[in-house]
């Protein structure tokens, strides 16, 4: 069990530029979760899928935010138009259903937008 | 809807001192409640857990019991270590996610 992986761990990008990070789930759990956490805050949910199914959005998920998760396994979130405020570090979790709902969280991507 | 409410930090303790990080929650129904740790430098990482009321979840020295009546989930140590010098969060799950408290920060000088 590798546990969940993140890439990229750091993103510095422009304004208005477009942004994609992926999050490999641990194998087998069929949830996976985005959350943003900002500095000195704990982390917000944005979104998760059951297997390829999205089933939630957080109302923090603008429309320039984007998930997919296609085949059920890895996901990713595009952000596009990237804004100031969008700088965060986005945190991947996993778990699995209908097991407990503990979520095991990957080491997060930090986005800088500049 | 969910909210979890904690101590607010920075905590700052001597070695083998006893720690405890208050924890309150609203929720609708029977959440799930956890402690998860942030080490410098390192994801988070789950401490806890407790799915019912009474029940008391431990690791690693830490314990925490699920208390209903006072919608609490208080973090305990009876001796604590420099290793344990981290972020700590309480967080609730109910309605398919975690809902976070703002996290605690505790220094533990030798």
């Known amino acids: 069990d590798t546990g969940v992986s993140q890439d990229p761990r750091h993103k510095i990008t422009k304004r208005g530029q477009n942004v994609t990070f992926r999050c490999d789930p641990i194998?087998?759990?069929?949830?996976l979760y985005w959350y943003r956490q900002t500095l000195g805050q704990g982390p917000e949910f944005l979104t998760y899928?059951?297997?390829?199914?999205?089933?939630?959005k957080s109302r923090l998920l603008s429309d320039r935010f984007s998930a997919e998760r296609p085949k059920g396994s890895f996901s990713t979130l595009e952000i596009q138009r990237t804004e100031q405020g969008d700088s965060a570090m986005y945190l991947c979790?996993?778990?699995?259903?209908?097991?407990?709902?503990?979520?095991?969280f990957g080491p997060g991507t930090r986005l800088t937008v500049t | 809807g969910n909210s979890v409410t904690q101590m607010e930090g920075p905590v700052t303790l001597s070695e083998e001192a006893f720690l405890t990080i208050n924890c309150t929650y609203t929720?609708?129904?029977?959440?799930?409640l956890f402690w998860y740790v942030q080490y410098p430098g390192e994801g988070l990482q789950l401490l806890l857990k407790?799915?019912?009321?009474?029940d008391k979840g431990s690791n690693k020295g830490f314990e925490a019991t699920y208390r209903k009546e006072t919608t609490s989930f208080h973090l305990e140590k009876g001796s604590v270590q420099v290793s344990d010098s981290a972020v700590y969060f309480c967080a609730l799950f109910n309605d398919y996610k975690l809902s976070f408290g703002a996290g605690t920060t505790v220094t533990v000088r030798a």
């Open positions: 407790a799915t019912k009321a009474d």
């Open positions: 899928f059951q297997n390829e199914a999205q089933l939630e």
């Open positions: 194998s087998e759990h069929n949830r």
């Open positions: 929720a609708t129904g029977y959440p799930s």
């Open positions: 979790a996993s778990s699995f259903s209908p097991a407990g709902h503990e979520q095991y």
